[in-house]
């Protein structure tokens, strides 16, 4: 079994910042493909970032491209998301996934997660 707990959401104003964290127990986060969902209410969950086990490549929303960064910290057993000129649309729960496989990109294909955390980006 593998634990996640994210950290770091809140209110933010747009234009603003967050670093989201999620610290994993009970596996490695360097043998899993890990992600970052979200989901607004009344809307699916949607694939935000991943980082393959490697780490050497990241994948992104097009949504999200070029103000987000996925990073991975193998010492602390931990996967972060840097948040940078938030906007309001990307208000919703965030959540840390990890797959044992290579699929990135699908909720379905992920086996353990995290219990969310909120994000809040006030106009």
């Known amino acids: 079994q593998m634990q996640l707990i994210e950290s770091g959401g809140g209110l933010v104003q747009a234009g603003g910042s967050l670093k989201l964290s999620c610290a994993a127990s009970?596996?490695?986060?360097?043998?899993?493909?890990m992600g970052w969902f979200r989901q607004a209410p009344g809307k699916s969950r949607e694939f935000v970032a991943a980082i393959t086990k490697s780490g050497g490549t990241t994948y992104y929303a097009d949504s999200v491209k070029g103000r987000f960064t996925i990073s991975r910290d193998d010492a602390k057993n931990t996967v972060n998301l840097q948040m940078n000129s938030l906007k309001p649309e990307d208000t919703a729960v965030y959540y840390c996934?990890?797959?044992?496989?290579?699929?990135?990109?699908?909720?379905?294909?992920?086996?353990?997660w995290g219990q969310g955390t909120q994000v809040t980006v006030s106009s």
């Open positions: 996934a990890a797959n044992r496989g290579v699929v990135f990109a699908t909720p379905a294909y992920y086996d353990y």
């Open positions: 009970g596996r490695t986060v360097s043998t899993h493909t």
